[in-house]
């Protein structure tokens, strides 16, 4: 039986879902964040579980082929792949974890872990065009003392700070307004918050950008109602980057990891920002939920309107709908579209889109996608879109479907565990008729995949 603290040598045998290696060591399964295919690693046991281990890196006594140094210093590194470097007390950034691959490889890996859940249906992959500076939005928390802050990301599995000056998922625009905040708010001495203390004052910042209009959203996050200084930081940002249009303040006074408060206020500016898909044009306010790669969103909408073969004349219900992306994408090439959400803030987000996209065959329902389903009046030849959070569907929304028999059932996942999961509670009655994994997250092991399922 394995130990913690236990120094092991393993070869790395695949990439499973969350981008960990798996490989053996006398049989016993044992997972190492950061490894590659075909590694050969000197790794310590970090935890031990009944049916696996969890290792880090220690050494890389030979390298795989598919291991590139990473292009970012803030990723998880050895300096010399074959050296005895140990790692143990090195901070890195938690943002990424695949950039010690290629980026073709990143697809191959990702695509296999697909085939292992849907085998023998073939995946089809669609890569991003650009796999560095794709990111719409950036949360970075702030840590350290006042003239002295720090910004960035989590280490792995921690709430400690890996200071960054540059993010290379962020446009160049965008790391240069980061970098101007951090000056004004170590020039003004502006307390950053902390969490062990739950003092201070200033939690995050966050920035949203427009890919399709340029414009930028600014958001501080502040433990207080009061920032002394920010009308002089917003003065001196926005000569400098008249690109930000729209300035707010969340206030957050909660002893909590979350991030937003239940209170916005604007500070500056316009309320909201808009963004394009397409020809939909989304405003997108401070709370708003939008996919983070705007450009792979559209590829991902396209794949789910080519898999229901759209015509004009069919009924569409999305379930969990969030704020209405697919919906509204999708309204102009059917004849009705209804949308199911829990959250009235999405709701509201996508009927003030729907109007302002002059969309009238698109309505939303609040309420919980249990409830709504089993109230509608769903024919046969309807089709369903599905795009849950990662837990999946609901049994009770699986039964709905079950009950009412939709022609088709267009599944969006970002997690291809439970989406297999689903559809073997499905397969009675459904097949998959094909699956698309469209690559939002380059550099990351995260998975957004569309499967479509018609009846057998």
Same mark, same amino acid.
């Given at each position: 039986?394995?130990?913690?603290?236990?120094?092991? /040598?393993? @070869?790395?045998?695949?990439i499973i879902t969350?981008?960990?290696g798996?490989?053996h060591?006398?049989?016993f399964?044992?997972?190492?964040?950061? %490894?590659?295919?075909?590694?050969v690693?000197?790794?310590?046991?970090?935890?031990v579980k009944?049916?696996?281990?969890?290792?880090?890196?220690?050494?890389?006594?030979?390298?795989?082929?598919?291991?590139?140094?990473?292009?970012?210093?803030?990723?998880?590194?050895?300096?010399?792949?074959?050296?005895?470097q140990?790692?143990?007390?090195?901070?890195?950034?938690?943002?990424?974890?695949? +950039?010690?691959?290629?980026?073709?490889?990143?697809?191959?890996?990702?695509?296999?872990?697909?085939?292992?859940?849907?085998?023998p *249906?073939?995946?089809e992959?669609?890569p991003?065009?650009?796999?560095?500076?794709?990111?719409?939005? #950036?949360?970075?928390?702030?840590?350290g003392?006042?003239?002295?802050?720090?910004?960035?990301?989590?280490h792995?599995?921690?709430?400690k700070i890996?200071?960054l000056n540059?993010?290379?998922?962020?446009?160049?625009?965008?790391?240069?307004?980061?970098?101007?905040?951090?000056n004004?708010?170590?020039?003004?001495?502006?307390?950053?918050?902390?969490?062990?203390?739950?003092?201070?004052?200033?939690?995050?910042?966050?920035?949203?950008?427009?890919?399709a209009?340029?414009k930028?959203?600014?958001?501080?996050v502040? /433990?207080?109602?009061?920032?002394?200084?920010v009308?002089?930081?917003?003065?001196?940002?926005?000569k400098?980057?008249?690109?930000i249009?729209?300035?707010?303040?969340?206030?957050?006074?909660?002893?909590?990891?979350? #991030?937003?408060?239940?209170?916005?206020?604007?500070?500056y500016?316009?309320? @909201?920002?808009?963004e394009?898909?397409?020809?939909v044009?989304?405003?997108?306010?401070?709370?708003?939920?939008?996919? *983070?790669? @705007? $450009?792979?969103?559209? /590829?991902?909408?396209?794949?789910?309107?080519d898999y229901?073969?759209?015509?004009?004349?069919?009924?569409?219900i999305?379930?969990?709908?969030g704020?209405?992306g697919i919906?509204?994408?999708?309204?102009?090439?059917?004849?009705?579209?209804v949308?199911?959400?829990?959250?009235?803030?999405?709701?509201?987000? $996508?009927?003030?889109?729907s109007?302002l996209?002059?969309?009238?065959? $698109?309505?939303?329902?609040?309420?919980? $996608?249990?409830?709504?389903?089993s109230?509608?009046?769903?024919?046969?030849? %309807?089709?369903?879109?599905l795009?849950?959070?990662?837990?999946?569907c609901? +049994? =009770?929304?699986?039964?709905?479907?079950?009950?009412?028999?939709?022609?088709?059932?267009?599944?969006?996942?970002?997690?291809?565990? @439970?989406? =297999?999961?689903?559809?073997k509670?499905?397969?009675?009655?459904?097949?998959?008729?094909?699956i698309?994994?469209?690559? #939002?997250f380059?550099?990351t092991a995260?998975?957004?995949?569309?499967? /479509?399922?018609?009846?057998?």
């Amino acid at each position: 039986m394995l130990k913690i603290g236990q120094k092991i /040598k393993i @070869t790395v045998e695949k990439i499973i879902t969350g981008g960990d290696g798996l490989g053996h060591y006398r049989c016993f399964v044992v997972m190492v964040p950061y %490894s590659a295919p075909a590694d050969v690693l000197l790794v310590e046991i970090t935890s031990v579980k009944r049916n696996f281990a969890r290792a880090r890196i220690i050494s890389v006594i030979s390298p795989s082929p598919y291991r590139i140094i990473p292009p970012c210093p803030s990723h998880f590194s050895l300096s010399c792949l074959a050296g005895r470097q140990d790692t143990s007390h090195r901070l890195y950034c938690g943002g990424c974890n695949f +950039q010690m691959m290629g980026y073709s490889n990143q697809i191959k890996e990702k695509a296999s872990i697909l085939k292992d859940f849907f085998a023998p *249906v073939k995946p089809e992959t669609i890569p991003a065009a650009d796999c560095f500076r794709y990111r719409n939005k #950036i949360q970075m928390p702030l840590g350290g003392t006042a003239g002295k802050v720090m910004m960035g990301f989590y280490h792995p599995q921690s709430h400690k700070i890996v200071d960054l000056n540059n993010c290379i998922l962020q446009s160049e625009t965008a790391n240069m307004i980061i970098a101007e905040l951090r000056n004004l708010v170590n020039e003004y001495k502006i307390q950053p918050y902390n969490e062990d203390r739950h003092s201070g004052i200033l939690r995050h910042i966050i920035l949203r950008q427009s890919a399709a209009f340029g414009k930028f959203m600014l958001i501080f996050v502040s /433990k207080t109602d009061f920032i002394r200084p920010v009308n002089e930081i917003i003065k001196k940002v926005v000569k400098k980057f008249p690109q930000i249009t729209s300035i707010h303040q969340n206030i957050n006074p909660r002893e909590t990891n979350v #991030i937003l408060g239940d209170r916005t206020v604007k500070l500056y500016g316009e309320k @909201t920002i808009k963004e394009k898909i397409g020809d939909v044009i989304f405003e997108i306010s401070p709370g708003s939920f939008f996919q *983070v790669n @705007t $450009a792979q969103a559209e /590829k991902l909408y396209n794949v789910i309107k080519d898999y229901a073969e759209l015509r004009g004349n069919e009924n569409v219900i999305d379930v969990y709908c969030g704020s209405g992306g697919i919906s509204l994408y999708l309204a102009r090439h059917c004849k009705n579209i209804v949308g199911i959400e829990e959250a009235g803030s999405a709701v509201f987000d $996508a009927r003030r889109n729907s109007t302002l996209n002059g969309i009238k065959n $698109a309505s939303f329902i609040r309420g919980s $996608a249990d409830y709504a389903l089993s109230e509608l009046e769903i024919s046969k030849d %309807s089709i369903v879109i599905l795009d849950p959070p990662r837990i999946g569907c609901s +049994q =009770a929304v699986i039964n709905s479907l079950m009950k009412h028999l939709p022609e088709k059932i267009i599944y969006t996942s970002c997690n291809p565990a @439970t989406l =297999a999961r689903d559809i073997k509670l499905m397969s009675k009655t459904y097949r998959i008729a094909g699956i698309s994994m469209v690559d #939002i997250f380059p550099q990351t092991a995260h998975i957004e995949c569309v499967a /479509k399922l018609i009846r057998c």
